[in-house]
């Protein structure tokens, strides 16, 4: 840690704050999607009823697409799927091919997929595995008619979380081994209703900020598009920074995080963590949402066949990314 000097709205005072070196490492936007990510076409290994296709099959179906400020990809909302098809619905799994550990993730997001049966996640996975060796993490996640975002740690035995933590979230379970509530990880209940689902997409979306350290832990950070306190140096792309390729990120400034995981006696960093790959899927039904689509206000009782036979239901189920600007520290 070194002092850094920022320009804070109290009149001309120069106040010194913390700061870490990070330094500008790569950016998304647009067709940087296409050349940069990989689609997957596993099995979904949650057991959803989807059907993940390739690059060229997105492309040619228009369940991809990219322009030179926007990146879309979609659930398909055209066929109705047999039942006996082997997979199920039409939808899209990308992994980034590069890795990053300590590291500040800034996601511009306008839209992410909504409604019943619905199983979105952007999150990150350990590049070198298998997992669950070198943990995984939730950053945006939820189910179904969800309107409040979950984050969440999944990792290998001997890693838990705090019940009180500095967050506005709520932890919802404290155990981040997969062995442990069936894989239900340590997850955190944001409290902002406009951080999932219809009223994210409603009010344009917002910015998620992930920030990593092997000392401070995994914070994450949510504001929606029009929330007066977005900090400058979310909202500004890095070719605006005004320090160079490096750029100040004065967290203590932005109120507490929205999720905070924190390492130490009760979770060691290293044990649990390293290099990640970023990940944005869209599955359906599955071992969450199919467990609690009945409960969860949506129509009849059975996941499975309303994701077959309504696909007009899934015009929304899409994620519109505007960009995604990665800092990560010297060495990381």
């Not at 939808?91 to 590069?98: F, H, K, L, W, Y």
């Not at 004065?250 to 009760?266: Q, R, Y």
Request: contains cysteine.
């Amino acid at each position: 840690m070194r002092t850094g000097y920022a320009l804070l709205p109290l009149g001309s005072l120069l106040i010194p704050l913390a700061r870490a070196d990070y330094f500008f490492k790569t950016s998304y936007t647009g067709r940087d999607f296409l050349e940069h990510w990989t689609w997957q076409t596993l099995d979904d290994p949650t057991h959803g009823r989807v059907d993940y296709v390739d690059q060229a099959t997105a492309l040619q179906r228009n369940l991809s697409f990219a322009s030179d400020s926007k990146f879309v990809m979609r659930a398909d909302s055209i066929n109705v799927v047999p039942a006996s098809a082997p997979r199920g619905r039409s939808s899209v799994r990308i992994q980034s091919v590069e890795a990053f550990s300590e590291a500040v993730i800034i996601l511009d997001l306008q839209h992410m997929p909504e409604g019943c049966a619905t199983w979105p996640a952007f999150w990150s996975l350990s590049q070198a595995g298998p997992w669950p060796k070198g943990g995984e993490i939730d950053i945006i996640e939820g189910v179904n008619l969800s309107d409040e975002n979950l984050s969440s740690l999944h990792t290998s035995p001997s890693c838990t979380m705090a019940p009180r933590r500095r967050m506005s979230g709520i932890a919802s379970s404290l155990d981040c081994d997969t062995n442990v509530n069936s894989n239900q990880g340590c997850g955190v209940q944001y409290a902002d209703p406009l951080s999932y689902g219809a009223l994210f997409n409603q009010y344009d979306g917002g910015y998620y900020v992930i920030v990593r350290t092997k000392y401070e832990g995994v914070s994450v950070w949510f504001w929606n598009r029009w929330d007066p306190a977005v900090p400058w140096e979310v909202k500004l792309p890095p070719t605006t920074d005004l320090f160079g390729p490096a750029r100040v990120f004065p967290t203590a400034l932005w109120g507490v995080p929205d999720a905070k995981f924190e390492f130490g006696s009760n979770c060691d960093y290293e044990e649990h963590f390293d290099a990640h790959n970023l990940i944005f899927d869209l599955t359906f039904c599955g071992d969450w949402a199919g467990n609690t689509y009945a409960t969860s206000g949506c129509p009849g009782t059975s996941c499975v066949d309303y994701v077959n036979n309504n696909p007009a239901a899934f015009q929304n189920a899409y994620w519109e990314v505007n960009a995604m600007h990665i800092y990560t520290r010297l060495g990381a």
